[in-house]
């Protein structure tokens, strides 16, 4: 290696600087470097020349460790070089670092010097356009008192001058001169101010809000540069906080109370999520919880019901002055078969009884009949059954006179004790008419004497109820019959307001193949018209035609007129009330809450609320046999008569379960219902339409049709039967006593036994008493005599029995003999 490679400039731990290289030298094969620094002299080490472990002088640079072996000089160089390059890039990036902070200090101080300079020129502008204002006010101001001055200063007469200068118009001219360029000047002012007063009104001017337009206020321009001032500063524009009266129902979802409120939903979940709700903007949430949220965001709380949408039906009281005299409604009770339909029929000469099945009513009917006097009355015919009673009840309640039909050759019925019974418990007077007084086995005074009973006393025998020997037949005493009602209804003196929304219930409702759900309604106030809307019960609908009892279409009813009405949206309840409302909104929203309030309650009147129920309930179904059945009524109250007798069906071990019920027509739907839940439709005056058929076939779904409501209950009843349990009767046939018990081989203990009462038989069953108390219920395994096996023995002889599958008979033990046998039971 030559000298010349050690002739480097190295770098010195320590910070020195490299000095130059003055001298080489050698001990022994070790070549040296000798370094010369401004401080001192120093030896280096030549790269590659020492060999490990040697104790040459100097062991490295500035006395660091001693080179690894293995290295080269030039990568020894190189590695000097790159700890210089590193150094190097580490200096200069701090400089660099603390040029960038300096100069970012520097942007900083200069922005916030130009913002304060710029606020401070807008103050100055803004000071300044006020001063402006101002001032341009003030002398607006003073022009406006100097003007007025001077045309009271020239409309006034000058009183010391003279008559010939006063109206001479030759002089006046130069008086008017300085008025004319005073009002140039203000015109020209107030061209200038902005045209307040610019003359005449112009197209331009009014659509733009000139003269005679609507100006903005200072406190409105205030607000306005000051959302501008700070919308300039990059500031937050805080707007005027409105304050709104929230209503708030027992749940609301979150995104309709943000909307209520006006806030943004994302700001409403938020807050739930601060209270500990993570709930999103379509969930539900109570009252409680909004109410919180909307005081929160410092809104009202007004708290509503869900009931709350049926304050649009008031009830208004009416005026005096506004009633007028209606028809009474005359509603016909009694029993069944006492000749109410036919009476009905000879007042409106009519035959209405020829079309009902069996001669019995199965609807509820109602009539307007004009008497010869010309009064009008209105009749509501109400079926018999005793399955009607929801109609005879229904009757009562929307009628101001019960007539009390008594057959006079039957008396007093237990529906007509029941129809006393409504008549009383709805408050109407009461006229009795005994019909068929045309038979010779009539009896008029047994039917008063029996009324009496029941507290009704008529004014033959001294009381308050009239009482009118009729016949359906003759015509007996009809016209007596209907002055008494008139007498009756003008002692009432009925009245109602017919210039009001209209008030009235649903005497019946069926489903019409042709005309969709229809409603015979009796109007009890107010006059309903065609195209009125309203509600009536879980429907609503808007009046599409009004039908009379005599099948003519009319165009409104008043109060105590009986109307089918078409339009409904579904069939209502029987007995439920009309009303009429403003718009299909608030009807849609009415049916739409009571239909969900009817649905809630039909939940909890079904659910068991402690799991002390739940258990009993299900222990009950388990132990009570069901017959599931579909019923289809051409009616809503022979539907619901029907389900009614339905429940009084059973007992505790059986039951009819009603899995459907409704109007109209047998579908497919109906048997697709049947199918699955093994049930049969009975259709009450109602027929399958040619799907429901076919269906029915292939499913093999029984569809049973009746007209009259006694042969359905007694089918019923019937099918119901047939799920009771067999009752058993045990029959005793003898008595033995065991004399000895004896062991055969193969057969166990033998009792020998003495037959002391009736007969003791080989398939009846035994009880073995010891001391009058029983030790063993079973049969017989065997039966002999002497040594043959018999089928029975006789009282007096002795025999032989061994118990099947038991041993332990003594001695003194009785025997007991009996027979069970299974008797069918029947429903009551």
């Known amino acids: 290696m030559s000298d010349n490679d050690g002739k480097k400039t190295l770098g010195l731990r320590g910070g020195s600087r490299p000095g130059n290289v003055k001298q080489s030298f050698s001990h022994g094969r070790t070549k040296n470097v000798v370094v010369e620094t401004k401080r001192k002299r120093v030896v280096v080490p030549k790269p590659g020349g020492a060999k490990p472990g040697s104790g040459g002088a100097g062991g490295g640079v500035g006395g660091a460790g001693k080179r690894p072996a293995g290295i080269t000089d030039a990568e020894m160089e190189r590695r000097l070089k790159a700890v210089q390059a590193a150094k190097a890039r580490e200096v200069e990036e701090a400089a660099a670092r603390k040029a960038d902070e300096e100069a970012r200090a520097e942007e900083r101080e200069r922005r916030r010097a130009e913002m304060e300079a710029k606020e401070r020129e807008q103050r100055e502008a803004e000071e300044k356009a006020k001063a402006k204002a101002e001032e341009e006010e003030r002398k607006r101001q003073a022009a406006e008192t100097k003007a007025k001055a001077a045309a009271a200063k020239a409309a006034a007469p000058d009183e010391g001058q003279p008559d010939a200068q006063r ?164 509603t016909i009770m009694g029993h069944v078969d006492h000749g109410k339909t036919s009476l009905l029929d000879a007042i409106r000469n009519t035959k209405v009884v020829s079309g009902e099945a069996g001669g019995i009513t199965q609807h509820i009917g109602a009539y307007q009949v004009e008497t010869d006097t010309g009064a009008i009355l209105s009749f509501l015919d109400t079926p018999g059954h005793a399955a009607f009673t929801s109609m005879r009840s229904r009757g009562a309640q929307v009628t101001d006179i019960v007539v009390l039909v008594v057959a006079a050759d039957d008396a007093v019925m237990p529906q007509t004790i029941e129809a006393i019974a409504h008549a009383k418990a709805a408050k109407v007077p009461m006229i009795v008419a005994i019909n068929k007084c045309d038979k010779p086995a009539a009896n008029p005074d047994k039917v008063r004497t029996d009324l009496l009973q029941h507290e009704v006393i008529v004014e033959k025998l001294s009381g308050d109820v009239q009482d009118i020997e009729v016949s359906a037949i003759t015509g007996q005493g009809l016209d007596e019959l209907l002055e008494a009602i008139a007498l009756q209804a003008e002692i009432l003196e009925l009245k109602a307001n017919p210039n009001r929304a209209a008030h009235g219930a649903v005497i019946e409702a069926q489903l019409d193949v042709g005309r969709g759900p229809v409603a015979t309604v009796l109007v009890q106030n107010g006059t309903l018209k065609q195209g009125d809307i309203f509600v009536v019960g879980e429907q609503w609908g808007k009046v599409r035609a009004l039908i009379s009892d005599t099948g003519e279409r009319v165009e409104e009813a008043g109060p105590s007129v009986p109307v089918e009405v078409l339009g409904l949206n579904g069939t209502p309840e029987a007995g439920d009330v009309l009303n009429v409302v403003d718009t299909e909104a608030q009807a849609r929203e009415i049916a739409e809450y009571r239909e969900q309030a009817a649905k809630d309650k039909r939940a909890a009147a079904g659910a068991a609320t402690t799991l002390d129920q739940l258990l009993a309930k299900a222990k009950e179904d388990e132990n009570v046999a069901e017959l599931p059945i579909l019923v289809k009524a051409d009616v809503q109250g022979s539907a619901e008569a029907i389900v009614q007798a339905m429940e009084k069906i059973g007992n505790d071990e059986v039951r009819v379960r009603v899995l459907h019920y409704g109007v109209g027509a047998i579908t497919e739907t109906d048997v697709g219902l049947a199918e699955a839940s093994n049930a049969p439709i009975l259709g009450f005056n109602v027929r399958a339409n040619a799907s429901a058929r076919n269906s029915a076939n292939q499913k093999g779904v029984e569809i049973r049709y009746y007209s009259v409501i006694y042969d359905l209950v007694d089918d019923v009843k019937a099918a119901a039967s047939g799920l009771l349990s067999a009752e058993v009767r045990e029959n005793f046939i003898g008595y033995a006593q065991i004399k000895e018990v004896f062991k055969v081989s193969n057969v166990g203990k033998v009792a020998g036994c003495l037959v002391t009462e009736g007969v003791a038989r080989r398939s009846a069953g035994v009880r073995l008493l010891r001391d009058d108390v029983v030790i063993h219920e079973g049969t017989l395994k065997t039966l002999k005599r002497f040594k043959d096996e018999v089928a029975e023995v006789q009282s007096g002889q002795e025999c032989g029995m061994a118990f099947e599958n038991y041993d332990d008979v003594r001695p003194g033990d009785v025997i007991e003999i009996f027979e069970r046998t299974e008797v069918e039971r029947k429903l009551d």
């Open 167 to 330: 109206g001479g118009g030759s002089k006046q001219a130069p008086a008017k001169k300085p008025e004319r360029e005073q009002d140039r000047q203000n015109k020209g002012k107030g061209a200038r101010d902005g045209g307040r007063r610019s003359g005449k009104l112009t197209v331009n001017q009014a659509l733009t809000g000139g003269e005679g337009g609507r100006q903005r206020s200072m406190a409105a321009m205030k607000r306005k540069q000051e959302r501008a001032r700070q919308k300039a500063m990059g500031g937050p524009v805080e707007r005027e906080k409105v304050v709104r009266e929230v209503k708030l129902p027992e749940a609301i979802v979150v995104s309709e109370l943000a909307n209520r409120m006006a806030e943004r939903v994302a700001d409403v979940v938020k807050s739930l999520m601060n209270m500990g709700m993570m709930v999103t903007q379509n969930q539900t949430i109570d009252a409680d919880t909004a109410e919180l949220i909307i005081e929160e965001f410092g809104h009202k709380v007004q708290r509503v019901s869900d009931a709350d949408v049926e304050d649009v039906i008031k009830e208004v009281e009416d005026k005096e002055e506004d009633l007028q005299s209606r028809p009474p409604v005359i």
